[in-house]
C-alpha cells in the first residue's frame, strides 16, 4: 500500500506498522442479521478499509488486493482484531470460528465489465487468499450473467427493484462441487444494501443448499 510512511513493515504484506495499526482500530468485527442471510463484516466502508478497497477496484492496484487478502485472514484467525478470531452470528455461542474445516468458499462475482477493465477480480483475491492460508475450499457456484443486463443505476433502484436486478445478474454455475455437509460462506468485498447476497444466497438455495448460508464481507457501507 503506499502510504510511504518510512516505518518498518507489519507481518501483512505491503502494510506498514502504522497502517495496521490503524486499521487493527478499524475492525468492526460486526454481525448482523440480513433479510435472509447472517453477514459478518470485518470494517465499515470508510477510513484504511476503504481506502484499500478503492486503490484495489478503481486504481487497479493489485498490492492492495492482497493487502485486503491478508487482513482478511489475519481477523479470521485473530490475529487482528478480536483475539478469538471472527464470532460469526450464529456460531458465536458455541465458540466457533466463521471459517472452520467444512466452510466453503463462495466468491461473488464482479461484474464482466469490471473483469474486461481490470482482468482480476477482488473478491477471487481474497478467497484465494483465504483458501490459501486457512485451508479451506473454494467453489465458483455463482457466476455473472451475460444477459438481464439492468442499465438503471442501483441507486435509484428501491430495495425490491434492487433485489430483482441483482437476480438477473447472476446465476449458478455448473461447478459440480461436493456441497453435502459444507457451511457456504459467501464472500463480497463490499455491502451496500445487501440485496446481492441475498440473491447469490437464493440462488444457491435453488441449487439445493438447505444448510443455512453465511456471508462475509470486507466492508459494509
Ligand atoms: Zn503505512
Redesign the pocket.
Known amino acids: ?1 503506499g ?1 510511504h ?1 518510512k ?1 518498518p513493515l507489519s507481518p501483512i504484506v505491503g ?2 506498522q ?2 495496521l495499526s490503524e486499521l487493527e482500530r478499524e475492525v468492526l468485527n460486526g454481525f448482523f442479521q440480513s433479510k435472509q442471510l447472517p453477514v459478518t463484516a470485518l470494517f465499515e466502508y470508510c477510513g484504511l478499509a476503504k481506502q484499500l478497497v478503492r486503490q484495489a477496484k478503481f486504481k487497479n492496484c493489485l498490492v492492495s488486493a492482497s493487502v485486503i487478502g491478508a487482513v482478511t485472514v489475519a481477523v479470521c484467525e485473530g490475529k487482528l482484531g478480536q483475539p478469538n478470531g471472527l464470532q460469526p452470528f450464529e456460531l458465536q455461542q458455541r465458540g466457533h470460528s466463521v471459517v472452520t474445516a467444512k466452510t466453503l468458499l463462495v466468491p461473488v462475482p464482479c461484474s464482466l465489465k469490471s473483469m474486461k477493465q481490470r482482468g482480476w477480480d477482488l473478491v477471487v483475491r481474497m478467497t484465494y487468499s483465504m483458501e490459501k492460508s486457512l485451508a479451506v475450499a473454494t467453489a465458483p457456484f455463482i457466476i455473472r450473467n451475460k444477459k438481464g443486463k439492468n442499465k438503471a443505476q442501483q441507486k435509484q433502484l428501491n430495495r425490491e427493484q434492487r433485489l430483482k436486478s441483482a437476480v438477473n445478474r447472476f446465476a449458478l454455475s455448473k461447478d459440480q462441487t461436493d456441497f453435502q455437509d459444507k457451511k457456504i460462506l459467501l464472500v463480497d468485498d463490499v455491502m451496500t444494501t445487501g440485496a446481492t447476497l441475498e440473491a447469490c444466497g437464493n440462488l444457491l438455495q435453488e441449487k439445493g443448499v438447505t444448510q443455512g448460508v453465511e456471508a462475509l464481507v470486507f466492508c459494509c457501507d
Open positions: 500500500m502510504c510512511r516505518k502494510l506498514c502504522e497502517c
